[in-house]
């Protein structure tokens, strides 16, 4: 297979560098080892019951994924006065930011209560930044934090920093947006020159006055954003969506250096991948792209050997990088043949009915058969499965954000695939 390449020489050259996300993993999609998590316990002992989840799908916010510390279990019986545990998922920062290279803070917070409908039965949790002064090497403590209504919240000095509110209601997701500048230098008076050392999201159990206080906080969409040195990124993949029978399909994507330094030597994969496994790779020989620049990559040709729903994934390959954000992108190849109307009376057939939340489908199958519907979110992942017989219609029970979806049909002798457009 003949390689292609249709590079633009001349890459185009922004006039603003654009904020990317500086937390790996931001979604939690992964269990990667860049989300640490540790219990700090207060008071004697050492029991621990706190459970982390890198990945707790069932209550997540937005897309499929979310991260939760749970610590209503009380770990021990006849617990001393002052016990408490703090649980900590955390990220060191492994290329440190000064405070001026920060932009803003934003993600989606909950919390469930040890005892149903009672906030007593909390204490606190939150997300902290920690800031190390270059002078001395000082660490000084920054505090987002949610407590209950009775406890008073430490007030500001040199090193600790609090932005204090009162847990919400039980089971309601809130966000939270911020301007670091505004909030660090503008209201806390910090220098513009600390450095970022770690970023931690925690939540808190203690036994106080007799009473276990604790609860389960959930964490989605953590986003915090600043000013690369190294980072280069998908920005968008420019090939269309169709795949035809015997004709070839040329992948083709934006690529650009979101860093302020040069990226010398990075790799750029396309995959393409069936229900089967792995169709189609090409990796591009070693890129190298100018600080806040952007160039086209082409890949060779693929051409499709049989019916199937497709997708196409498109990544970048850099070490160091300091966003994992943009490193990757997918969209479904839609193959014409499996979606071209079948007109022999035993056809099934597959119909989308409507483009909001829950998403409605109709579908019909020969008498006698039986069939399963599948629907798959942008990436390919299987969200729903439904076995079916006859004719019907089926809503699929799964909360979806706004976005592109697959739903595929699927009988003895036959197949059917069709796009899902839900907006909300």
Same mark, same amino acid.
């Given at each position: ?34 989300? /640490? ?15 982390? &989840? ?7 916010? $937005? ?15 006849? /617990?001393?006065? &002052? ?9 060191i ?6 405070? !001026? ?15 149903? %409908?009672? !906030? ?19 660490l000084?403590?920054?505090w @987002? &934090? ?10 500001? &000095? ?8 009162? $847990? ?10 911020? *301007?670091?500048?505004?909030?660090l230098? %503008? ?23 007799? +009473? ?11 986003? /915090? ?18 795949? !035809?029978?015997?004709?070839? @399909? ?39 792209? *100018? ?21 196409l994934? $498109? ?5 160091? *990088?300091?966003?994992?954000?943009? *490193? ?20 099934? +057939? ?20 039986? %069939? ?6 942008p990436?390919?992942?299987? $969200? ?5 017989r006859?004719? %019907?219609?089926?809503e ?20 059917? +695939? ?7």
């Amino acid at each position: 297979m003949k390689r292609i390449f249709a590079f633009v020489f001349l890459p185009v050259v922004l006039f603003a560098l654009e904020p990317v996300n500086l937390i790996k993993d931001h979604s939690f999609e992964k269990d990667s080892e860049v989300w /640490l998590e540790r219990s700090e316990i207060h008071g004697p002992g050492s029991f621990d019951s706190t459970v982390y &989840n890198r990945h707790d799908p069932d209550s997540a916010y $937005i897309g499929n994924y979310c991260g939760s510390i749970d610590g209503r279990k009380r770990p021990a019986q006849n /617990l001393p006065f &002052n016990y408490g545990i703090e649980g900590r998922l955390y990220q060191i920062i492994s290329y440190p930011k000064p405070l !001026k290279d920060l932009d803003s803070l934003e993600f989606f917070h909950m919390c469930l209560f040890r005892r149903e %409908g009672s !906030k007593y039965s909390a204490w606190h949790y939150g997300i902290t930044l920690y800031f190390t002064r270059p002078s001395d090497g000082v660490l000084i403590h920054v505090w @987002y &934090n949610w407590a209950a209504p009775d406890l008073t919240p430490v007030p500001d &000095n040199p090193t600790y920093k609090l932005f204090p509110g009162t $847990i919400a209601t039980e089971g309601v997701w809130y966000s939270l947006k911020r *301007d670091l500048k505004a909030d660090l230098i %503008g209201e806390k008076g910090l220098s513009e020159d600390i450095e970022l050392d770690s970023f931690v999201l925690y939540g808190t159990s203690w036994l106080d006055r007799g +009473t276990w206080r604790s609860q389960k906080a959930f964490f989605d969409g953590v986003r /915090l954003t600043g000013y690369a040195d190294y980072d280069v990124g998908v920005k968008a993949i420019l090939s269309g969506d169709s795949l !035809k029978e015997g004709h070839p @399909y040329t992948p083709e994507a934006r690529i650009k250096n979101f860093g302020r330094e040069p990226a010398d030597s990075f790799l750029v994969i396309a995959e393409i991948w069936d229900t089967s496994g792995l169709a189609y790779v090409d990796t591009l020989p070693p890129w190298s792209l *100018d600080s806040d620049t952007e160039d086209i990559a082409s890949f060779a040709e693929f051409i499709p050997e049989r019916p199937a729903p497709y997708i196409l994934t $498109i990544r970048t390959v850099m070490e160091p *990088d300091e966003s994992d954000e943009d *490193d990757e992108l997918s969209k479904f190849l839609i193959y014409t043949g499996i979606t071209e109307p079948v007109t022999h009376p035993d056809a099934i +057939t597959l119909e989308v009915r409507s483009l909001t939340a829950p998403l409605r489908v109709s579908y019909s199958i020969p008498q006698g058969q039986q %069939g399963t519907l599948t629907l798959y979110d942008p990436a390919g992942r299987r $969200i729903e499965r439904v076995n079916v017989r006859g004719s %019907g219609s089926v809503e699929f029970e799964s909360a979806l954000p706004s976005g592109v979806y697959i739903v595929k049909l699927d009988a003895e002798t036959q197949s059917i +695939t069709k796009k899902a457009v839900v907006l909300k």
